[in-house]
Nanobody, 122 residues
Framework: QVQLVESGGGSVQAGGSLRLSCAAS?????MGWFRQAPGKEREGVAS????????TYADSVKGRFTISRDNAKNTVYLQMNSLQPEDTAMYSC??????????????????WGQGTQVTVSS
């Protein structure tokens, strides 16, 4: 069992930035960030492997968001720049143990954090 704890959410104006963190209690092969806005389906945002750091991004965040990880700390980060109101959602990190994590499908992720709210005002 791996526990994931997110932090760093908050409220920001459009064009602003936030950095989310997710600390894992143990080893994770691949980490991902997902988000879900009220009334919408969960969306995979980004993923990163532990070895080599290969990353995948949803088209909606490419060029604005950057996922990174510190393996020594079992922590993954999501740097979010140029935030827009449509980025408002509950953001959750998740851990996967399959290379399918690059597909950003929730079903491929085994452990989930509780989530942190991101609100972007116009």
């Amino acid at each position: 069992q791996v526990q994931l704890v997110e932090s760093g959410g908050g409220s920001v104006q459009a064009g602003g930035s936030l950095r989310l963190s997710c600390a894992a209690s143990g080893y994770t092969y691949c980490m991902g960030w997902f988000r879900q806005a009220p009334g919408k389906e969960r969306e995979g945002v980004a993923s990163i492997y532990s070895g080599g750091g290969r990353t995948t991004y949803a088209d909606s965040v490419k060029g604005r968001f950057t996922i990174s990880r510190d393996n020594a700390k079992n922590t993954v980060y999501l740097q979010m720049n140029s935030l827009q109101p449509e980025d408002t959602a509950m953001y959750s990190c998740a851990a996967a143990y399959t290379s399918n994590c690059r597909l950003l499908r929730g079903a491929d992720f085994r452990y989930w954090g509780q989530g942190t709210q991101v609100t972007v005002s116009s």
